[in-house]
């Protein structure tokens, strides 16, 4: 008598019989009840885990910012150890001698602006109502500051709830490290190594993978990598650019607190489009401290630089690798920073990233296998997976 065959769907699972499938449901319920209750076994995984994450996250950065310029002295002759040492000595004096200038100017004028600002924005407020009451709305002007001071402080308190939540999930993945020091102190010595010999790490991560499963590998550690690269070195020298652009403007206009402002410009502008949001107000207030035609100076100086930024910095420091569309950039901005706080807002777009490229990979394994067992059927298109076809 002759066997049956299996039906599709149970070949599709990689079974022969029914009893297949009813098993890999018991075990894969199991297996996430036998997890659940001895996840304690994995909390010094997650420590180790957290303790690294930091100095990596910043050898990675300093990697990604410092590779180009060693390589291109390393084609000039110089041998790639000393031009590793000859860029650490210029980059390192430059921060230490342009700090010893600039960290006494910002501070004096931040402790100014924390003391002034609360008597901004009370001016702010009384300018908008005198420019309420020469209107025919000058009868609901009350009402409307009302509801604008209601709305603002229950900004800031989610402000101040947000950064609170923010500084404890920093905590969290920090809570293994004693010092921002030891991040500080050890990230450039790793980052050398990696630079020294950027492919032995690579190598050895593909040589403990199966060989099997080596070519998809490389393909995604290669996207991965671009994908990081892009954005840590790109955002950092965009916000960079920014924050220089913005501080040669205000002070050509004369602006208060022009150092400032412009510095929390490019540091805030490392969160898309909500950063940048968020350093705007202050210097608007500022702005009308001094007149009108500042204010009018400072939001067309404001909004002209953003565009000139977008246009133009950011698509050639960071070129389009990311590809995410700017509605998708708000919502994960939104669901990581209420999952992880301020940590999920900063590193949000990147971890995004790389679950997308699980995401695009695994669903094209999934094409694949489909169109094994039932492309009689209809059949998937553009079921290959390379940087070709994901970038």
Do not use: C
């Not at 910043?58 to 990697?63: D, E, K, M, P, V």
């Not at 002007?141 to 404890?168: F, I, P």
């Not at 993945?173 to 032995?200: M, R, W």
């Not at 296998?369 to 290959?384: H, L, M, P, Q, W």
């Amino acid at each position: 008598m002759e066997k049956e065959k299996p039906s599709k769907i149970i070949q599709f699972f990689g079974g022969k019989t029914s009893y297949y499938i009813i098993g890999l449901i018991i075990l894969s319920a199991l297996a996430i009840y036998l997890l659940n209750t001895v996840s304690f076994i994995f909390r010094p995984i997650v420590v180790i885990i957290t303790t690294v994450l930091p100095p990596m996250i910043f050898a990675l950065l300093l990697y990604y910012l410092l590779n180009p310029v060693v390589n291109f002295l390393s084609k000039k002759g110089i041998p790639r150890t000393i031009s590793i040492v000859l860029t650490y000595v210029v980059i390192f004096g430059l921060l230490f001698f342009g700090g010893a200038r600039l960290v006494p100017v910002i501070q004096d004028q931040a402790q100014d602006l924390i003391k002034q600002f609360p008597e901004y924005v009370d001016d702010f407020q009384n300018a908008i109502k005198n420019i309420l009451d020469a209107t025919p709305f000058a009868a609901s002007s009350d009402q409307a500051l009302s509801s604008l001071d209601k709305l603002t402080k229950e900004a800031l308190n989610y402000l101040g709830n947000n950064w609170q939540d923010g500084a404890k999930g920093l905590g969290t993945i920090f809570s293994a490290v004693s010092s921002t020091a030891i991040t500080l102190f050890t990230g450039p010595i790793i980052a050398f190594f990696l630079i020294q010999s950027p492919h032995k790490l690579y190598n050895a991560i593909i040589d403990l993978i199966p060989p099997r499963f080596r070519k998809d590998s490389s393909s995604l550690i290669k996207i991965a990598n671009q994908q990081l690269g892009a954005f840590l070195k790109g955002q950092v020298i965009a916000s960079l650019l920014l924050g220089l652009i913005y501080w040669v403007v205000f002070l050509l206009l004369g602006l208060q607190f022009a150092t400032v402002i412009a510095l929390a410009a490019g540091i805030l502008s490392i969160i898309p489009y909500i950063g940048s949001f968020l350093a705007f107000l202050p210097g608007l207030f500022i702005a009308f401290q001094d007149s009108t035609f500042m204010v009018v100076k400072f939001v067309i100086a404001w909004f002209v630089v953003q565009l000139l930024h977008g246009d133009l910095v950011v698509p050639r420091v960071m070129g389009d690798k990311l590809k995410i569309h700017p509605i998708t950039i708000l919502i994960v901005l939104l669901v990581m920073g209420d999952l992880l706080g301020l940590v999920g807002v900063i590193f949000g777009i990147p971890i995004y990233s790389m679950i997308k490229l699980l995401v695009v990979f695994t669903f094209r394994k999934f094409k694949q296998r489909y169109n094994k067992y039932f492309s009689d059927e209809g059949a998937y298109r553009n079921t290959g997976f390379s940087e070709d076809d994901y970038l």
